[in-house]
């Protein structure tokens, strides 16, 4: 199992980083070791496409929209799970997943993380702002 999760930090110490594809550092984990990378990759999609050409065939998240959660599945070889939306770090991350507590994420999950995901991060415009038509 090639396990990879987007990080805050460049250390094995770091909390999970919320979005997916904006997240700088991935941790790797293989066969219990760890290695923190540099996300090389820009957006959701992209971001996938690295990590399965990597060999990585589990994905833990805490937020994805749509267009990375549909490379996911594209796949059909990657495992995406779900770490939560409160803040947590890698280490409990790993024990999560480890004791089998960690969402596996299909259709109908993924619909709500997609929900919370929107209503956090409203789509933005090529300028980095919102256009909003009010009365």
């Known amino acids: 199992m ?3 999760i987007p990080v805050k930090m460049n250390k094995e110490t770091t909390a999970l980083a ?3 594809g904006k997240a700088k550092w991935f ?8 290695t923190i990378e ?3 990759a820009d957006g959701g999609r992209a971001v996938v496409e690295w990590l399965a050409q990597s060999g990585v065939d589990t994905i833990i998240i805490q937020e994805m ?3 990375p959660y549909q490379t996911v599945q594209s796949y059909n070889n990657i495992k995406l799970y779900h770490a939560g939306f409160e803040r947590i770090l890698l280490k409990e991350t ?3 997943l480890e004791d089998n507590t960690l969402e596996l994420l299909e259709d109908e999950g ?3 993380i997609i929900a919370h995901h929107q209503i956090k991060h409203p789509a ?3 300028h980095g702002h919102d256009h909003h038509n009010h009365p």
């Open 2 to 4: 090639t396990i990879a």
């Open 18 to 20: 919320p979005l997916f």
């Open 27 to 34: 941790a790797i984990v293989q066969e219990g070791k760890i």
């Open 38 to 40: 540099e996300n090389p």
């Open 65 to 67: 929209g749509m267009n």
């Open 94 to 96: 790993l024990k999560k």
């Open 110 to 112: 993924m619909k709500k």
């Open 124 to 126: 933005h415009d090529e």
